[in-house]
């Protein structure tokens, strides 16, 4: 258990709707990222948050959005849903100040685009 | 951060050890070692990280080469359990910004056998 909590953990859309991803980052931990995972790919990051800003960014598009809150906890955003879409949605929280750049995952939300 | 190469799978017998190796051989001198694994349907939990000196924790020990182009992970009694993707990356453990980019390739799908 890593204290990273991620809902819905299943749904399903249809292409063109929106969807919001939600995650509690582990106790104490102020930044937040976003990682994409295709079926039988490895992990790829999206974005990641830090004091309520985006800091960093992978190659994805505007559609895919995010939000800090001051409780640390995050939120993804993905609009005008494609099929390639379809994905395990990780969110990873970690303590800036520690050394080490462990990042602590949860389970992931999966989801199906149709 | 450099890329690197691992094998696509290996098969490992109950009980005996596991090493999985990595190749990275651009490394530069500031960037760190990292293992996570995933097991099915979980996100990836961390293992392991070093620079250039040997590490050992409850989990696993990671041997990095002199020359720091390769390492191998090992997990000294290998379980069930243990039968999981191995991911093998290096990056820069940073102070602040960016930490969360964590480029992840295909990894080594280790399954461990009765």
């Known amino acids: 258990e890593t204290g990273v909590t991620q809902s819905p953990t299943h749904l399903i859309k249809t292409r063109g709707q929106q969807v919001t991803l939600r995650c509690s980052s582990q106790?104490?931990?102020?930044?937040v990222s976003w990682y994409q995972q295709a079926l039988g790919q490895g992990p790829q990051f999206i974005f990641q948050y830090y004091r309520e800003e985006e800091n960093g960014r992978g190659n994805f598009p505007p559609r895919f959005s995010g939000l800090q809150f001051p409780n640390y906890s995050s939120e993804l955003n993905v609009n005008a849903l494609e099929l390639d879409d379809s994905a395990l949605y990780l969110c990873?929280?970690?303590?800036?100040?520690?050394?080490?750049?462990?990042?602590?995952f949860g389970e992931g939300s999966r989801l199906t685009v149709l | 951060d450099a890329k690197t190469t691992q094998p696509t799978s290996m098969d490992c017998a109950e009980g005996r050890a596991a090493n999985l190796p990595c190749n990275h051989s651009?490394?530069?001198?500031?960037?760190?070692v990292y293992w996570y694994r995933q097991i099915h349907s979980q996100g990836p939990q961390y293992i392991i990280h070093g620079l250039k000196n040997n590490e050992t924790n409850e989990m696993a020990s990671l041997i990095i080469t002199e020359d720091r182009k390769s390492s191998t992970l090992i997990l000294p009694h290998a379980t069930l359990r243990d039968t999981a993707v191995y991911y093998c990356i290096v990056r820069v453990a940073k102070y602040g910004g960016s930490q969360g980019n964590l480029i992840f390739g295909k990894g080594t799908k280790l399954s461990v056998k009765p």
């Open positions: 106790s104490g931990h102020n930044t």
């Open positions: 651009t490394i530069s001198g500031n960037e760190y």
């Open positions: 990873a929280s970690s303590l800036t100040v520690a050394n080490t750049g462990e990042l602590f």
